[in-house]
């Protein structure tokens, strides 16, 4: 029998780059592969969130449904100007109740919506009409509040109180028009 020679020629720096090149082709391809996943799973848990936002959301405003039909039911809410001797309020201690807990419900959402947190396009489309109705029927509960903690009573002068949500009612009015 012949005896089997082996013979193992020595690599030069042309080989360690070549095996070095596939190497690194197997990792970019393996870092590029998890890139993707990656991806993917944030755009899946960014739909998540925003649909637990938007469950959130409906459940606040199926809470005050009732307090809505009240305040859309009641009537003026003062007689007299803001500010003068002759003023007063002429809704019932139930329905300043009910605006007080919806306009604090429609500013958290509203604060969503106008921070981004949840689309406002997308939001409008589900709630715009309400947001508008509620603002009409609350705008002078809105001043008449804004005017008794001495701040301004419009945006424009820089009012604070409620201001994402008459910020929200005014965007949803102009897109709905």
Partial sequence: MESVQIVLNPLDWSGVSAITSILMLFINFFLLVSVIFAYRTIKE?????????LLWAMDEM??????????????????GE???ENHEVAWFQETLEAAYRVS?????????????????????KM?????????????????????????PLTLAEGAYSRNDFEKYAVYCREINT
């Fill in 45 to 53: 848990e960014v739909k998540n969130r925003d649909s637990s936002l």
């Fill in 62 to 79: 199926s809470k005050i449904k009732p307090d809505l039909a009240l305040l859309h039911n009641a009537g003026d809410y003062e007689n």
């Fill in 82 to 84: 803001l500010g003068s």
């Fill in 104 to 124: 604090i419900v429609m500013q958290r959402l509203s604060y969503m919506a106008m921070s981004g947190l949840i689309s406002k396009k997308h939001f409008s």
């Fill in 127 to 151: 709630w715009g009409p309400a947001f508008v109705k509620a603002w009409d029927s609350l705008e002078h509960y809105i001043h008449h509040k804004r005017f008794l903690n001495g701040e």
